[in-house]
Nanobody, 110 residues
Framework: VQLVESGGALVQPGGSLTLSCVASGFTFTTAALVWARQAPEKELEWISTIYADGRPDYADSVKGRSTISRDNRNNTVYLQMNSLKPEDTAVYYC?????WGQGTQVTVSS
């Protein structure tokens, strides 16, 4: 299993960002795909899941500001984040079947 995240950047408060995670090594179409994040000196926080049927689920901390989606043809899961806040600063990881990618850094700062 391999998961490769990308799309992290430095953005200003109120800005938007779309993270991508390209997966390989498993049957993508039947997998539930997860995004989580870890801020400095904080525990890993689950933020969103998209199930095999396309149903999304969100943590309260990002609900209404984020959209998770999947492209089964290209084995990619996305996380679009809007109205970014400084507290969204973290390393963002994707997960499938208990496997994690290396993460991508998102920094929200003016």
């Amino acid at each position: 299993v391999q998961l490769v995240e990308s799309g992290g950047a430095l953005v200003q408060p109120g800005g938007s960002l779309t993270l991508s995670c390209v997966a390989s090594g498993f049957t993508f179409t039947t997998a539930a795909l997860v995004w989580a994040r870890q801020a400095p000196e904080k525990e890993l926080e689950w933020i969103s899941t998209i199930y095999a049927d396309g149903r999304p689920d969100y943590a309260d901390s990002v609900k209404g500001r984020s959209t998770i989606s999947r492209d089964n043809r290209n084995n990619t899961v996305y996380l679009q984040m809007n109205s970014l806040k400084p507290e969204d600063t973290a390393v963002y990881y994707c997960n499938a079947y208990g496997f994690w990618g290396q993460g991508t850094q998102v920094t929200v700062s003016s």
